[in-house]
Structure formats: structure tokens, C-alpha cells
T-cell receptor
């Protein structure tokens, strides 16, 4: 039971390069999310997808795009990486977006450094 | 505007003692609260939650208390164990929104000494 799988686990980019972070979940969850974690800031929501075919901006969407490829997969793209995007990125999923007592499950994270 | 705050960056306790982690929020629309635990190089894992209709929820060694009037919640770990050493995040969400769309605090690093 893999849960939420993120690839890659580590990445170093040069400023201006692009890349896509991949995320897949095998729990048949409806909703998926991308967060970034920075020191002293907690986790901040970048984008989310409440259900297949929909995406919405979170708290810090600038510089990112997302694609909900199907129910399982939700990718995050950096078109032109900047040093301010150096962070640890977490993908998460949850099952029932509008019911109580449902938590989000997180992947192991992608540590991205932009030089 | 930090809507969820954990004002203690770190906490150190002795094994067997109680650990108390605190969290404050400002948005009165939040009505469901969660605690996550995070080990280095791993993603956060869900620990315990509480709905705003309750003031206490217990799960084994972990108890979460909610004081709505003070907009304050706390996580009690009794007794603390060295394996509890991790970063603890509190998170809050508003009913009717997706339950993964959480607002997190900054985290508190808990160290439990043997």
C-alpha cells in the first residue's frame, strides 16, 4: 500500500530552468494538494484539486502551474525556477472533501534547490 | 497574516513526563482542527483531530483540547517517549471546504530525552 508517491525526492535546478514534480495516490481519493514547507512558515498550500478535472489556487500559487491528469495523478510545474522556490514540496490527498473527520495523507516530499 | 500560530519553536521534555504543545488561531470560521507529526525526511502524518463541537478528544497517549473562546488548542502527550521526538504541526480548516485544504502553524520541534 504505497499511499501518496512523489517523484523525484531531490532536485537541483538552475535559475530559469523548468521542471515538473509528479504525484500519484493509490487510495482512490477525490482531492489532491500541493504544499510547500519553508523554515518558520509551516506548510503553505500552493494549488489544490477538489476533484478530477478541477484545480484552484491556494495561498502561494505564483510561479507554479498544476495538472490533474486523472484521479490518481496531480503534477506541479515550475516554468522558470527562481531561488525563492527553493523549498520542500509535499503532495497530499484526501478522500471526502466535504465531510468531517477526514484527514489528508502526505507524500514523503521533494526537496528542491534552485541555484 | 498567520491565521494559525505555534509560538513555541521547540520544546524539550524528559521521557515519561507530559508534553504540551500549543496552538492559537485567529479565524473564527475554523471549526475542525488537526495535529500532524513529522519526522525528518518524511511527510507529515495525521495524529489526532477535534471538531469545534467538542472540547476534548483522546486517543491513547494523545489528547487534544480546544478552547473556542480563547481560539486556542493544545496537544498533550502522556507519557512522552523518545519516539515522539518530531516536529508537530497544528492545522485548521473551515467546514464546507475540502478537508485537505488545511492552514498550518509553523510547527514545534519536540525533543523527548531518555
Amino acid at each position: 500500500n504505497a499511499g501518496v508517491t512523489q517523484t523525484p525526492k531531490f532536485q537541483v535546478l538552475k535559475t530559469g530552468q523548468s521542471m515538473t514534480l509528479q504525484c500519484a495516490q493509490d487510495m482512490n481519493h477525490n482531492s489532491m494538494y500541493w504544499y510547500r514547507q519553508d523554515p518558520g512558515m509551516g506548510l503553505r498550500l500552493i494549488y489544490y484539486s477538489a476533484s478530477e478535472g478541477t484545480t484552484d489556487k491556494g495561498e502561494v500559487p505564483n510561479g507554479y502551474n498544476v495538472s490533474r491528469l486523472n484521479k490518481r495523478e496531480f503534477s506541479l510545474r515550475l516554468e522558470s525556477a527562481a531561488p525563492s522556490q527553493t523549498s520542500v514540496y509535499f503532495c497530499a490527498s484526501s478522500q471526502r472533501p466535504r465531510l468531517v473527520n477526514t484527514e489528508a495523507f502526505f507524500g514523503q516530499g521533494t526537496r528542491l534547490t534552485v541555484v | 497574516d498567520q491565521q494559525v500560530k505555534q509560538n513555541s519553536p521547540s520544546l524539550s521534555v524528559q521521557e515519561g513526563r507530559i508534553s504540551i504543545l500549543n496552538c492559537d488561531y485567529t479565524n473564527s470560521m475554523f471549526d475542525y482542527f488537526l495535529w500532524y507529526k513529522k519526522y525528518p525526511a518524511e511527510g507529515p502524518t495525521f495524529l489526532i483531530s477535534i471538531s469545534s463541537i467538542k472540547d476534548k478528544n483522546e486517543d491513547g497517549r494523545f489528547t487534544v483540547f480546544l478552547n473556542k473562546s480563547a481560539k486556542h488548542l493544545s496537544l498533550h502527550i502522556v507519557p512522552s517517549q523518545p519516539g515522539d521526538s518530531a516536529v508537530y504541526f497544528c492545522a485548521a480548516v473551515r467546514s464546507g471546504t475540502s478537508y485537505g485544504k488545511l492552514t498550518f502553524g509553523q510547527g514545534t520541534i519536540l525533543t523527548v530525552h531518555p
